[in-house]
């Protein structure tokens, strides 16, 4: 089955390169391109892709509520977050708006469009360099006046499902959390089915979230 993809970028020379690389992949295909975020959000509701690859910065709507309003809308599009801005503020709000993804554009291209396949298959993805300004982010909420404030609450959940999460939110694959808990891949794959239904959750990345939200997790 081919991806079919939207590429948001106010920049036209990002937008065509990607646009042609992603021509030579077999099983991804260009349907739309947006030059900011209201095009982006038009295109979405229109052509209905698996995969809408997002910039950040963008004249009008920019792609932070582009993104929140994809996510909310009927559809469903996984967004890519592609910046070359990656600090704090951008990679908390962008997974908050519903993100699927959080890349860097100098990432190179293969491992674009591997991220785009796997998001297109229901699972989320950040760039090793945001997964670590993303703990920073929490690390420096728990050690200010950030501490205040109220976590989330998380019910419904088995202790099992907790565990679970508590290494979702380590990072762990479903391979390491599978032998961590001397369980099979198939039973891990079923509890993150669970969260995901339980806790409201689009994806992966947004478990990672609620539980650092919740203080299941603490930086390190």
């Known amino acids: 089955m081919t991806i079919r993809v939207v590429l948001a970028d106010d920049q036209p020379l990002i937008r065509t390169a990607l646009q042609m690389v992603i021509a030579d992949a077999p099983d991804l295909e260009v349907v739309g391109e947006a030059g900011n975020g209201a095009e982006a959000v038009e295109l979405t509701d229109t052509l209905r892709p698996d995969v809408v690859v997002m910039d950040i910065r963008m004249p009008g709507m920019d792609g932070i509520e582009a993104t929140r309003q994809i996510t909310a809308g009927p559809g469903t599009a996984q967004v890519v977050v592609l910046t070359t801005f990656d600090d704090?503020?951008?990679?908390?709000?962008?997974?908050?708006a519903g993100a699927s993804g959080f890349l860097v554009k100098d990432m190179a291209l293969?491992?674009?469009l591997a991220a785009v396949r796997v998001v297109s298959a229901g699972d989320g993805l950040i760039a090793p360099s945001v997964t670590r300004r993303l703990i920073k982010e929490f690390a420096g909420r728990t050690s200010s006046g950030g501490s205040t404030t109220p976590r989330r609450t998380i019910s419904g959940i088995t202790d099992r499902e907790r565990e679970v999460l508590i290494l979702i939110g380590r990072g762990m694959s479903n391979a390491e959390i599978a032998e961590h808990l001397v369980i099979s891949v198939a039973t891990v794959k079923t509890y993150v089915t669970r969260l995901l239904t339980k806790l409201d959750a689009r994806d992966r990345v947004q478990l990672v979230i609620i539980a650092y939200e919740a203080g299941l997790v603490t930086p390190h």
Do not use: F, N, Q, T
């Open 110 to 112: 293969e491992e674009i």
């Open 88 to 96: 704090d503020d951008y990679v908390y709000a962008a997974l908050r």
